[in-house]
């Protein structure tokens, strides 16, 4: 990436916010809700047309999807839904880490607080055991030209720890060029993520891969659907390969599952953690605990395992788990340029996102694209460390991923062959399939 696309991404912004973006209600507008508005004919300015008339106020307009957000009167939702250009209004429901996050700091900032102004008093590197588990301290590859989107809190960009390339804000906390993290759980998945090999505290899984800050998740750790969205949009109008998303939600979404096909459709490869709600401890899955939108079958959903290689007491389980990756007890950077421990499938989740973005740098590919064939070599090559359906294929690795034959060690790429004319061949018809059945909600719509 070069300097001036760095500086573009500052600024620039794939979504544009209308109105008074996630103000909170006053008391006297208590009764409004907050809803996702479809066109029936795919027409945004008639959709605001009728916003209007019904006393709605717009949220948010998006670059890459037909659809708005929108503040109504709860008592004009039903003269909404009537509008012959109206096709469907959905809740635009809640989002966030789960409530009992709790981060303690680490033994080294307890034993010798460092100056937090001061990079040099810093304590030593030290790689938590995670990246030492799956391989990542092995490999060549440092994610170099890749870029991640962390959807979540912010990220510290002053910390010593990390590089922050830009970023977008699309909370209420802060105008939309603060991306900063001011609640921790954003700069410490960064850290895992990609962390700079800089001899400071700790280190990344891609140590040199591109970072951005896009906050989509509160100071307080919640959000909604709609700013997710405005999260993935910017990642998609900004060519920003990797979409970490360390949240999750109770209720699923039928907009939210088309902005994720819409992204997949254009290449980016959406990664999740899949929860903090529990297993039965038993090996089964039958109790499908994870969190949307970890369940939808574009995302690369990930559950966490303790140090001693057994299944996470509180992670998340279900059929649509794709991978296990270190959770429990993780050292990472956290805000006040301070570094702590902190357990969750959200702790596991950028370590799959890291090592993602080092085969990803191995397909020598500029921007979105091989992202099927990226998430079949992290599933092909993973680990069976369970034996159960909770690990989904397997606990990540990066050795072993790297050295899979569509991927090696030297960053090279393996092209031609029968293996590479079909991935394409499968890209294609995915794509064509996506495209044949957002045609076919457009027209059914018109008869709804």
């Known amino acids: 990436m070069q300097l001036s696309r760095r500086q573009l991404l500052q600024g620039v912004g794939a979504t544009v916010a209308v109105g008074a973006l996630g103000t909170p ?38 670059d890459n999807f037909d659809f708005v957000v929108a503040e109504v009167p709860s008592t004009r939702l ?39 102004s001061d990079c040099s008093t810093h304590p030593d590197q030290r790689p938590s055991w995670g990246i030492d588990r799956i391989g990542a301290d092995s490999v060549e590859p440092d994610g170099s030209g890749v870029d991640v989107g962390i959807l979540d809190t912010g990220i510290e960009s002053g910390h010593c720890s990390l590089s922050v390339d830009g970023g977008r804000n699309f ?84 907009t939210m599952d088309r902005a994720i096909e819409a992204a997949h459709s254009a290449g980016h490869l959406l990664l999740c953690a899949a929860g903090n709600e529990g297993n039965g401890g038993n090996g089964s899955c039958d109790a499908e605990t994870m969190t949307y939108p970890a369940t939808h079958e574009k995302v690369v959903a990930v559950t966490a395992m303790d140090e001693d290689d057994t299944l996470a007491s509180y992670s998340s389980v279900g059929s649509a788990v794709d991978l296990l990756a270190p959770g429990t007890g993780v050292t990472s950077a ?52 369970l034996g159960t359906c909770e690990e ?32 394409k061949l499968v890209s294609g018809l995915e794509w064509i399939a996506d495209q044949i059945a957002a045609v076919l909600d457009w027209f059914l719509g018109l008869f709804r």
């Open 171 to 254: 909370t209420a906390d802060g105008t939309s060029g603060d991306y900063e993290d001011r609640h921790g759980h954003g700069t410490h998945v960064a850290g895992i993520a990609g962390a700079l090999d800089n001899d400071l505290g700790v280190v990344g899984v891609a140590p040199n891969t591109n970072l951005y800050a896009v906050k989509v998740l509160g100071d307080d750790g919640s959000g909604r659907y709609s700013e997710l969205i405005a999260g993935i949009d910017w990642c998609m109008s900004n060519d920003i390969e990797l979409i970490s998303m360390s949240l999750g939600g109770e209720a699923t979404s039928a």
């Open 392 to 423: 989904g294929h397997g606990l990540v690795d990066a050795r072993t991923a790297l050295g899979h034959e569509r991927a090696d060690k030297g960053g090279g790429v393996v092209t031609g062959g029968v293996g590479s004319i079909i991935e």
């Open 25 to 62: 209600a006053s008391a006297a507008e208590t009764d409004r809700k907050r809803v996702f508005v479809h066109p029936r004919s795919g027409l945004i300015g008639e959709l605001l047309d009728v916003l209007e008339a019904v006393g709605g106020t717009t949220v948010f307009e998006y």
């Open 334 to 385: 956290t805000v006040d340029n301070e570094y702590a421990e902190a357990s969750g499938t959200s702790i596991a989740c950028p370590f799959v996102t890291g090592v993602a973005a080092l085969v990803w740098e191995t397909r020598e590919e500029d921007g979105p694209g091989p992202n099927e064939q990226v998430r079949r070599i992290l599933t092909d090559t993973a680990e069976p460390v």
């Open 78 to 116: 039903d003269e909404l839904r009537r509008d012959r250009r109206v096709a469907s209004v959905e809740d635009d429901d809640e989002t966030g880490i789960p409530g009992d996050w709790s981060p303690t700091p680490a033994l080294s900032d307890i034993l010798n607080p460092p100056d937090r």
